[in-house]
């Protein structure tokens, strides 16, 4: 939807009504996305306080009327909003982002490294010095441990959720509640 917006012709004229009212469309569309979240995730989004209050005011309405009002309310407010970071937290919640796909990956490829070797730990805890380093040595520990012995990956598991909340993911708040990130580069 990167190019949904077309303010203006390329002739230099204002944009025509049927322009106008697809773009109107388009954050309309937007907004019914957002609606479709639960409160929590909403919550997380850095969305205008406004927004997150008639969106949150959406969910609590039951009858049709109101609700489509309030869907064109919204829209009314996406106006004054820049829609792109909206459309990218959306694209990376539905999976559809390559860059929440490359991070995650990233994520992975870290946690396959310390797995693998005690030199890569100490390269990660060089990279990243706000880690736990005890926490993350006791985890990479029982992690090799449950790969040797076939248990279930619990550690593996919690290793990658430790990774998550180190290495920040682009387009993310850093020090945001549970995996909502910032943008760094690869180790």
């Known amino acids: 939807m990167s190019n949904v917006f077309n303010n203006g012709s390329h002739d230099g004229m204002p944009p025509s009504k049927s322009q106008l009212k697809r773009d109107m469309d388009a954050l309309q569309n937007i907004g019914r996305a957002l609606t479709e979240l639960p409160a929590a995730k909403l919550k997380k989004m850095a969305l205008d306080e406004g927004l997150l209050a008639a969106v949150l005011d959406y969910q609590r309405f039951t009858a049709n009327g109101a609700k489509r009002r309030q869907l064109q309310y919204i829209g009314k407010l996406m106006r004054d909003i820049d829609p792109e ?38 390269i990660f805890i060089d990279d990243f010095p706000s880690a736990d380093v005890q926490q993350l ?51």
């Open 85 to 122: 970071p909206i459309e990218q937290q959306l694209a990376a919640l539905r999976g559809d982002s390559s860059a929440h796909t490359r991070w995650l990956h990233l994520v992975e490829r870290w946690r396959e490294r310390l797995l693998e070797d005690d030199k890569n730990v100490q």
């Open 137 to 187: 040595r006791t985890t990479v520990r029982n992690a090799r441990k449950e790969r040797e012995e076939n248990k279930p990956p619990k550690a593996t598991r919690q290793l990658f959720q430790m990774i998550k909340e180190l290495i920040p993911e682009q387009g993310r708040q850093k020090n945001a509640p549970e995996d909502d990130h910032d943008e760094d580069e690869e180790a």
